[in-house]
């Protein structure tokens, strides 16, 4: 979940993504709890990734 708050440019993004999506495999083997934060990460990942292509596409449609 810390790696979707920084973000650190796109990298903690991706990160995010898949530490978030290994995390809920392991708490569902395991039965543990943590599956909410393992949901958060995943979010703040898609919404970063949502953020950088957004400001890709605004960089690539002003450049032309």
Same mark, same amino acid.
């Given at each position: 979940m810390v790696l979707g708050i920084v973000w650190l440019y796109w990298?903690?993004?991706i990160l995010a993504l898949v530490f978030g999506y290994i995390a809920r495999k392991q708490i *569902?083997? *395991?039965g543990e709890s943590g599956d909410g934060m393992a949901i958060a990460g995943i979010v703040l990942g898609w919404v970063g990734v949502g953020i950088i292509g957004?400001?890709?596409v605004i960089g690539i449609a002003t450049s032309a």
């Open positions: 990298i903690g993004s *569902r083997e *395991r957004l400001v890709a």
